[in-house]
């Protein structure tokens, strides 16, 4: 398996940073989606890595 990045996608955020989450998670380097999500849907179709990555976490 190659070396990506692990993918956080934060899909209901209620504060102005991810400061927070960035210094929490910053020994694995990871890359950060931010989506404002209102359904199920959303969270999900947020969460779907790209084509070319595998693996989301969702926050």
Sequence with gaps: MANRRPI???TDCDHS???L???VLDEISPEF???HCTTE???IEAA???ASS???LAL
């Design 21 to 23: 989450e960035r210094k």
């Design 48 to 50: 779907r890595p790209p």
């Design 8 to 10: 956080v996608v934060v």
């Design 33 to 35: 989606v931010v989506a």
């Design 54 to 56: 595998r693996g989301a």
């Design 17 to 19: 940073s991810l400061e």
């Design 41 to 43: 849907e959303e969270v």
